[in-house]
């Protein structure tokens, strides 16, 4: 059975940092693109941050210089290391996994978890 599971969310006050894990269970993580996406109720749902298998990675302009994404295939985890967190950050963070062969894999979300930057 798939499951992504993330973990790690909470309430942070503004500048502090939280880091979000993500285990893939159940999926050829190595031939899948893992990402982060975020939503605020009402609006949709934005890319935060994606990792290629290569380890390549993009950021939304908006969290550049202050989050990292990683992965570990051995331990089928993408994390997200999120520093000087704003309360604009408030959102449910979801963990997303793209295989790079559609035609083979199937694209898989987890189930979201809430972060909340306030003072």
């Known amino acids: 059975q798939v499951q992504l599971v993330e973990s790690g969310g909470g309430l942070a006050q503004p500048g502090g940092s939280l880091r979000l894990s993500c285990v893939a269970a159940?999926?050829?993580?190595?031939?899948?693109?893992m990402a982060w996406y975020r939503q605020v109720p009402g609006q949709q749902r934005d890319l935060v941050a994606a990792?290629?298998?290569?380890?390549?990675?993009h950021y939304a302009d908006s969290v550049k210089g202050r989050f990292t994404i990683s992965r570990d295939t051995a331990k089928k985890t993408a994390y997200l290391q999120m520093n000087n967190l704003k309360p604009g950050d408030t959102a449910v963070y979801y963990c997303?996994?793209?295989?790079?062969?559609?035609?083979?894999?199937?694209?898989?979300w987890g189930q979201g978890t809430q972060v909340t930057v306030s003072s």
């Open positions: 159940g999926i050829a993580f190595s031939r899948y693109y």
């Open positions: 997303n996994a793209n295989p790079v062969d559609h035609s083979k894999y199937t694209e898989y």
């Open positions: 990792i290629t298998t290569f380890g390549g990675t």
